[in-house]
């Protein structure tokens, strides 16, 4: 290559690296946010500062939380301050310099004792806890039940004696937190158990485990405050009645299905049969139980069969726990049912204009969950609405 030749390829080079680069200047820088990013809860406020308040105060977003010094039980004082299982066997909540402790005595002699580290559950009807030993997490004997304001001994516990010995394992938190790494530890081939991060917990179930994960979006709209057409987020609008539904089944449609996978990851619009197996014969020929299985009690329904329209949001605000009560919830009834030929017999109860909920949807009692209260010959119930809406 000659000289002029030459200096023309060395020009036309830099006037490319030139061009390139202050198109590099110009553009926006690369976003650094991956699909997986999370941005947390407390970022969203500045941007969504009503549903950010509103959520504040839904049970989802307390259906866990650390225990911190003596506040176990939020707002209450239990009649007790122990459980006796037996004459001489009894089970105290105990102050110790590092916390509150459920300790165990025998005659006045002290047997085991666990500090309440982690309370599960918002405590709208009842707090069960867990306790670290390492990175187990064992079930305190102890439950504290809202409607006896007192302790109970934990569902499904052996009645004669405390048990310290029943661990919450990793499941519990995929309904009842939003994030947990563990790690499944093997001997010789075999299960030796389930081991937590506890660093990795994130208490409560947050925005992003509803939303998906945000880092994209937040990232954007902090960048592009002008936009105000949602970017990186899934648009609950766009989504099939399934998929609705599928976003809360994650968590609401029981506990005794085939899972293939952790359900941490899952976002809105994803096939839950990731998670999932469909079809379990066992799952299917069971009736559901009221307990944790509104997805499956609906379906049942000739509201939801017929209608063709009805998903969880059509009776609930997903951030908010409303106490508006019945009444309120009666009115999403009349919205579909304007005319009903309800019997004399029928419309001479007084609640027939104002309450449809307790004779279509009644308050049953769970089979899976019940409570032992101390000197009781009988458990407490646990009582929830039945989704199948039906004459009952
Ligand atoms: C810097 C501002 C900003 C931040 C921070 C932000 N968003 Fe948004 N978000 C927007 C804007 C703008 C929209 C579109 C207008 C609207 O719907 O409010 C939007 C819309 C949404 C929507 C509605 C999408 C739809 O269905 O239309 C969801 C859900 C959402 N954001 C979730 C989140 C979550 C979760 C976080 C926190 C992890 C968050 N946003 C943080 C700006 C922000
Ligand atoms: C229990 C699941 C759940 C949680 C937790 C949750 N959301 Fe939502 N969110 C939804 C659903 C479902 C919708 C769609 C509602 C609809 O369109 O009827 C929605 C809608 C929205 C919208 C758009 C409509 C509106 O109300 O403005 C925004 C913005 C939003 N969520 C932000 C948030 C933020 C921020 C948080 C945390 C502070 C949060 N969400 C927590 C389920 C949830
Ligand atoms: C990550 C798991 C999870 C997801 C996803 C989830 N929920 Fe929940 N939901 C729970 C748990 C756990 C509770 C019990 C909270 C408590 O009282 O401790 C609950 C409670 C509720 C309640 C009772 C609130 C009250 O105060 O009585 C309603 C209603 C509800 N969820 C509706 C929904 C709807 C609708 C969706 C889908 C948009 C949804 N949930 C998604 C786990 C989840
Ligand atoms: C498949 C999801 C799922 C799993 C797994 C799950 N829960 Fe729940 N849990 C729920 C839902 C949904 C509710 C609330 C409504 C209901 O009972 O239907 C709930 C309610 C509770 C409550 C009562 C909350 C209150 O304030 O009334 C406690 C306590 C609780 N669960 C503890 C646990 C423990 C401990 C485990 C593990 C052994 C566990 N849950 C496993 C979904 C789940
Ligand atoms: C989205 C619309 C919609 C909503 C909301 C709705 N329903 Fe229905 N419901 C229907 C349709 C459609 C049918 C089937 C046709 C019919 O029987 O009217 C039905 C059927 C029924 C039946 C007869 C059931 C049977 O097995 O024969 C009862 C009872 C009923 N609904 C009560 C209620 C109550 C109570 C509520 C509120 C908790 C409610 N519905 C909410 C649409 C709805
Ligand atoms: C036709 C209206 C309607 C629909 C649709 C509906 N719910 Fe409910 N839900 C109610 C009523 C009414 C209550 C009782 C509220 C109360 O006691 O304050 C309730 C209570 C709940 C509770 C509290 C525990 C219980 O079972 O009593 C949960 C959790 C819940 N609903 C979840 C869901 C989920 C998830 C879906 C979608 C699969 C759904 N609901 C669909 C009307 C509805
Ligand atoms: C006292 C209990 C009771 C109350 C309250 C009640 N129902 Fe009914 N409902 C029944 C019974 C029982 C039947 C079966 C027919 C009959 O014997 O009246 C029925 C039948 C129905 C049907 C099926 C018949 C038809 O017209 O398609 C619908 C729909 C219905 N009710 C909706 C409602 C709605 C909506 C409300 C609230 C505004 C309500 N019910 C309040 C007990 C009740």
Redesign the pocket.
């Known amino acids: 290559m000659k000289g002029k030749g030459r200096l023309l390829l060395i020009l036309s080079v830099i006037t490319v690296l030139v061009i390139t680069f202050s198109q590099c200047m110009d553009s926006e820088p690369k976003l650094t946010a991956t699909e997986t990013t999370r941005a947390g809860a407390a970022t969203c406020k500045q941007c969504h500062q009503k549903v950010y308040d509103n959520y504040l105060h839904?049970?989802?977003s307390?259906?866990?939380r650390p225990v911190k010094d003596d506040d176990i039980v939020k707002g209450d004082t239990p009649i007790s301050d122990f459980y006796p299982f037996t004459e001489h066997l009894k089970v105290a909540v105990e102050k110790r310099k590092d916390g509150m402790y459920q300790v165990a005595y025998f005659d006045g002699e002290e047997g085991m004792a666990r500090r309440f580290d982690i309370a599960?559950?918002?405590?709208?009807?009842v707090y069960t806890y867990g306790s670290w030993t390492g990175k187990i997490l064992y079930q305190l004997p102890l439950s504290y039940l809202r409607v006896a304001n007192n302790w109970v001994n934990s569902p499904k516990f052996p009645k004669d004696r405390p048990y310290y010995s029943q661990l919450i394992e990793p499941r519990c938190f995929?309904?009842?937190?939003?994030n947990l790494e563990y790690t499944a530890t093997q001997s010789g081939g075999l299960s030796t158990g389930l081991k937590m991060e506890e660093k990795s917990l994130i208490y409560g179930?947050d925005c992003e485990?509803?939303h998906g994960s945000a880092g994209q979006h937040v990232e954007f709209h902090i960048k592009n405050p002008e936009e105000k057409q949602s970017k990186y987020m899934v648009l609950y609008k766009s989504l099939t009645r399934k998929q609705?539904i599928d976003?809360?089944a994650?968590?609401?449609s029981g506990n005794s299905q085939h899972k293939l996978q952790p359900?941490f990851s899952?976002k809105p619009g994803e096939d839950l049969s990731n998670y999932y197996l469909p079809g379990n014969p066992a799952y299917e020929a069971t009736e559901p139980d009221v307990h944790?299985n509104?997805v499956h009690l609906m379906e049942k329904s000739q509201c939801f069969i017929q209608s063709k329209t009805m998903d969880?949001?059509t009776c609930?605000s997903?951030h908010e726990?409303k106490k508006e009560g019945l009444t309120v919830y009666s009115k999403k009834c009349i919205s579909c049912h304007a005319t009903i030929s309800h019997s004399e017999k029928t419309l001479a109860n007084a609640m027939v204009k104002t309450n449809c909920i307790d004779c279509h949807m009644p308050l049953q009692p769970s089979q899976l969950i019940s409570f032992q209260q101390a000197a009781q010959k009988d458990v407490t119930p646990y009582m929830l609405h039945n989704h199948r809406i039906a004459v009952y």
């Open positions: 839904d049970t989802h307390i259906t866990s599960l559950g918002s405590g709208k009807n995929e309904c009842h937190s939003s179930i485990r509803c609705k976003a809360c994650v968590c609401h359900t899952y944790g509104q969880c949001g609930h997903p726990s």
